[in-house]
């Protein structure tokens, strides 16, 4: 069988974050794709495979990291979606069945691909006695994101602190179920990004993801509010980079990047 290593949230080869994409007839046990994940060893590997027609979606789709099956991920989405168009397999936008629902991805004008999420509940809590520590930097404010991620959103000072962050990752694994999101507001919004933020996810074997869709349905939510316009980009300042588009819509939140399919091949086994 084909498969693909594509750079997603990136116009260029070997910058936003790379995912392994599959095309298969069926899901085969969950050893074999965990294994499968284990081999590519990027963020996410993505297996999709089509649906009987006049469903409620026409492909199904589970992502799974080097260690484990995630309930939601934004960059393999965009991956496997740009694979189906660039190969013909799929036209037109494409219904995902996924463990967080019906997820949509829609081919646009300019050669980018808009996923349709749901958008995280946020809810402020108490900063965790140590993530201060662990992080490196001191929290502004920190919320959950629900259970979609299972993430803590952290913000701090600003766009310098986040990009200068250097967490203890083991420390930080005992604070959320999948990790933390760092963010703060732009520096200069006229250099085309308007918050900033990384992805330390240690309970899911990622150190730091370079680009995280998943992540922009509470850091979408978050800016918006503070910013008030429905609209931002954001930039995951990881030393991969990427731009996400976002786009507020109440309980649903747009995810808009490019993706460039840098590696095909085949899987022997």
């Known amino acids: 069988m084909r498969i693909r290593i594509v750079d997603a949230f990136t116009d260029r080869p070997f910058a936003g974050n790379p995912a392994g994409v599959l095309l298969l007839d069926s899901f085969p046990d969950d050893a074999w794709l965990q294994n499968v994940a284990m081999e590519v060893n990027h963020a996410e590997t993505a297996f999709t495979h089509r649906l009987p027609e006049d469903g409620e979606a026409d492909w199904a789709l589970r992502w799974f990291t080097p260690a484990t099956e995630v309930a939601l991920c934004g960059h393999a989405t965009l991956a496997a979606a740009h694979v189906l168009r660039s190969t013909g397999a799929h036209k037109g936008p494409v219904r995902f069945a996924t463990r967080s629902g019906v997820l949509i991805a829609t081919p646009t004008a300019d050669g980018s691909i808009t996923l349709d999420f749901p958008t995280a509940p946020l809810t402020p809590v108490e900063t965790p006695d140590g993530v201060a520590e662990a992080l490196g930097a001191e929290p502004l404010s920190t919320l959950d994101t629900g259970p979609n991620t299972g993430d803590l959103l952290v913000e ?76 931002l980009t954001g930039l995951q300042a990881s030393p991969r980079s990427g731009l996400v588009r976002t786009e507020v819509r109440g309980d649903r939140t747009l995810l808009s990047g490019h993706a460039v399919t840098v590696i095909e091949g085949e899987l022997l086994t």
């Open 156 to 231: 701090v000072a600003d766009e310098k602190t986040v990009r200068g962050l250097a967490p203890d990752h083991r420390a930080l694994a005992r604070y959320s179920e999948r990790g933390i999101i760092a963010t703060a507001r732009a520096e200069d919004p006229t250099r085309g990004y308007d918050f900033v933020s990384r992805c330390f996810f240690p309970n899911v074997g990622i150190d730091e993801d370079p680009v995280t869709g998943s992540a922009h349905t509470a850091l979408a939510p978050f800016w918006s509010e503070r910013l008030g316009r429905p609209a």
